[in-house]
């Protein structure tokens, strides 16, 4: 296949955080063309989209747009994906999957507008070569993506294959972690320059920390990951990727890490965590340290400390929740003049604990649990903004 072609590429993501998917994308140099809540669309190559799924901190999936269909049944379905040309996009010999959105009265069931579309593919080799590539459900390879609603159809390659909302670096999760993905989505929602101290109490196992870690140093999640849709497509080229991997490695610059630090009162979760951190190459530019979140070391008035407490979703007894937040209110005050403070939490009515008043509360999604991520400016010397 072309890997120049230009053709609409979609970037998925989680509920609300388009405005920082945007944001990446816009410094990598794309135009949007359009974004609704789940996704944000851009025109570019297939080559584009391995700098894309190699550089997005934030994304899910980059799907590359191959053709679109009225549908009215499977029949049509079948008819319409069995006359284009998969001879130039799935190698003989390969391997794909489908996977798919339907939205259709009369279908139920996505798995049997995968299997129609399986042997559509399949009938299209037997009639042209008289053999056919092997499918399956594995998404290690070459994986298709089809979204049909009412009659209106579109087929794409899912061209990350494993969503690339996980890094590839986490080996460990202590409890509940936050998805690599929504971590810098987090991060890059604050006002945290990449320059000053980034102050992560509550680490559990270290995912906000080492997020901030990778963009601090420019560091890119597709520098932990060897295997993508995009290389099972007809075509495919190791060199350019291979070049492309080699820029990832340019950009680094450890010397540019700010003073980050990350402290939990779970020896657990700070082993998971200095793991995962040196899987990811940052273990030398995080200090963890074993102390309550109030005993936390800080650098007085420069940068921002965030926490991700419990919120009693999942884990955790509301009634003692409270006295923690609140004690997080007390140390805000007590000891991060100067400094931005930040708590993601899933519980709105724990936030009220906390006693001071929000400047921004920013919405998320940490899997089906509607979030917010709480704003303070931390004032010197007042109590400007404390609730009374």
Partial sequence: MNFDLQRKILITHALFAEETLIGELKALGYQIIGQDRLNVAIEGSLSDTIKLNLRLRTAHRILFHLFSFRAHDLEMLYNKIRVYNWREVIP???????NSYCNQK?????????????????????????????????????????FWVNDSCSVYIDTSGESIARHGYRLHGWKA???????????????????????NPMCGSGTLAIEAALMATGRYPGSFRNNYSFMHIKG?????????????????????????????????????ARMNAEKAGVLDL?????????????VNGQ?????????????GDVDKLKITYRGIGDFFKASC?????????????????????TKRKIPFMNGKIECRLLEYELYHGTKKGIVP
Avoid at 286 to 298: A, E, G, H, M, V
Avoid at 303 to 315: D, F, K, T
Wanted: hydrophobic share 40%; glycine share 6%.
């Fill in 92 to 98: 003989e010999e390969g391997y794909f999957s489908i």
């Fill in 106 to 146: 009369n279908i139920r069931d996505n798995r049997i507008v995968n299997l129609k579309a399986k042997d559509a593919i399949a009938d299209h080799f037997i009639m042209h070569i008289k053999h056919r590539p092997d499918s399956g459900n594995d998404t290690s390879q070459l994986v298709l993506f089809i």
């Fill in 177 to 199: 972690p936050l998805s690599e993905a929504l971590a810098a989505s987090i991060i890059l929602s604050t006002k945290w320059d990449r320059q000053s101290s980034f102050i």
């Fill in 236 to 272: 495919f080229s190791e060199e350019y990727y291979a070049d492309q991997k080699n820029e990832l490695k340019k950009k680094i610059n450890p010397d540019q890490a700010p003073q980050i630090i990350a402290t939990d009162i779970h020896s657990g979760a700070l082993r998971l």
């Fill in 286 to 298: 995080i200090r963890f340290t074993r102390c309550s979140f109030q005993d936390t070391p800080l």
């Fill in 303 to 315: 940068g921002i400390v965030i926490l991700n407490p419990e919120y009693g979703e999942r884990m």
């Fill in 337 to 357: 003049q100067g400094m931005m403070g930040y708590i993601f939490t899933g519980n709105p009515d724990l936030a009220k604990s906390v006693g001071l008043r």
